[in-house]
């Protein structure tokens, strides 16, 4: 087990949100809400005290993802929730002991309870009846990693004039949504960029190579499961395991396997990054 120490980012990415989706889904999709017990309504937004009343009785129909937002669909509206900094969701029998920081639990058929625990309270759950593509959270996000329009043309066109480093510019949920720090990192090391090079300076041809960098490198997450970070876990409580394969990222001072270049740490848009200064131009 590779746990990241202090000084580098917690907060879960794409990857590890969707992993939640694919674990939580799996064993609470098509059951029946008999309970929602609200423990400490003092996430990033207050937790409805009307969200048990509003649940009651219903059948959750799917679990989807939008950019970090996981998507609870109920009979009459979405639960949209998000894992904050530090938060997680896990799926466990109602009688299960609580943990310090479980703060709302739902109850799906008396046997299966679905727990948000956010001990830096950051995260989320809204609960909506409005259409999903309106919604205040949702309205200005990009597009999705794996959607046609995320591709070179779209990158180049919209970084036209940019001087912001092309890191922030992938990192920003209105270019595309889901590219946090750690993938940012690792997806301009795969493509050869500089992550403080100007956006508005690169060519169509490095940003068509960027858009497949940055799939293969969520792809391979996926594949593993997710980043490991300090206070993340997996619906099933146990933790991600994506960092063993880590090129760049929290290994300033090693060697790149370019084999000619140490790995170099700088700060970009107040976030640590790492780039290899012989590889990335």
Known sequence: MVFLSGGVDVVPELPEVETTRLGVG???????????????????????SSLPRQLKGQRLRAVDRRAKYLLFQFDTGTLIAHLGM???????????????????????DSKHS???NDPRRFGLMVWTEEPLADHPLLRHLGPEPWDLEFNGAYLHAGAQR???????YLMDSRTVVGVGNIYASESLHRAGVHPNRA???????????????????????LAAGGTTLRDFVHSDGKPGYFRMQLKVYGRAGERCECQSGIIRQQVIGQRSSFYCPRCQR
Request: proline share 5%.
């Open 114 to 116: 679905l727990r948000l």
């Open 199 to 221: 956006a508005g300076r690169i060519s169509l041809d490095r940003y068509n190579t960027i858009v497949l960098a940055v799939r293969e490198v969520l792809e391979k997450a």
């Open 26 to 48: 799996r064993l609470v999709a098509g059951r029946r809400v008999s309970k929602v017990v609200i423990r400490n309504p003092n996430l990033r937004q207050p937790v409805l």
């Open 162 to 168: 940019r001087k912001a480093a092309v890191k922030n």
């Open 86 to 108: 530090s938060g997680s969701l896990r799926v466990v029998p109602p009688d299960t002991a609580l943990k310090k920081h479980d703060h709302v639990e739902i109850i799906f």
